[in-house]
């Protein structure tokens, strides 16, 4: 399926703003439940085949059971690096 430009240009955006600065979209989700279920909702429609009817595949109980999972384990803020970080992992001393 070929998406629409606008629509890659906006996915192109989210990838860039997720691998450079991932705490920052985090910040919302992680504050609250309303946008941390709101982020999640807007993410299951986007990636999924749902045609924008997200309940034709998912059921309320299975996208209210992700947020709650994300909500009472603290972790929709702990981002996992898409790329490997360079540089020193730990502080050898010179001498």
Known sequence: MVRPP???????RYLHQQS???LTLSCGPA????GLLAW???KYRAWS???GNLSSRFSDD???TQASLY????TIGS????????GPTTNTPSG
């Open 62 to 64: 299975f996208l209210l």
């Open 40 to 42: 999640l909702v807007e």
């Open 31 to 34: 504050d609250s439940p309303t």
């Open 20 to 22: 450079t600065r991932p």
């Open 71 to 74: 909500w009472f384990t603290h």
């Open 49 to 51: 085949d749902c045609g």
């Open 79 to 86: 981002p996992t690096p898409s790329r490997p970080r360079s």
């Open 6 to 12: 606008v629509a890659r240009d906006a996915a192109d």
